[in-house]
């Protein structure tokens, strides 16, 4: 866990290997967010949780008021 946190602090992300996900499935989904994360706001917002929702899947970005300003989309094995 400690080799996670150092990565995030000096590079801002870190990447998983050998976990047996195929390259190519990989590849379709970093495309997929591409996509997704080029929409317009107002169409990715259509891909947000309801308040009442279970699991808090979907899309949705931090507060207004929070350092870390991305956006992410949030999704669970069906």
Do not use: W
């Not at 976990?19 to 495309?31: N, V």
């Not at 009442?52 to 929070?66: C, E, I, M, V, W």
């Amino acid at each position: 866990m400690e080799v996670i946190t150092q990565a995030c602090s000096e590079y801002g992300s870190f990447q998983l290997v050998n976990h047996g996900i195929s390259l190519d499935l990989i590849k379709e989904a970093m495309e997929l967010s591409r996509t997704f994360f080029d929409y317009s706001d107002e169409e990715k917002n259509k891909g947000s949780p309801s308040s009442d929702a279970t699991l808090p899947a979907g899309y949705n970005r931090q507060p207004l008021h929070s350092s870390d300003k991305n956006e992410y989309l949030l999704v669970f094995p069906p």
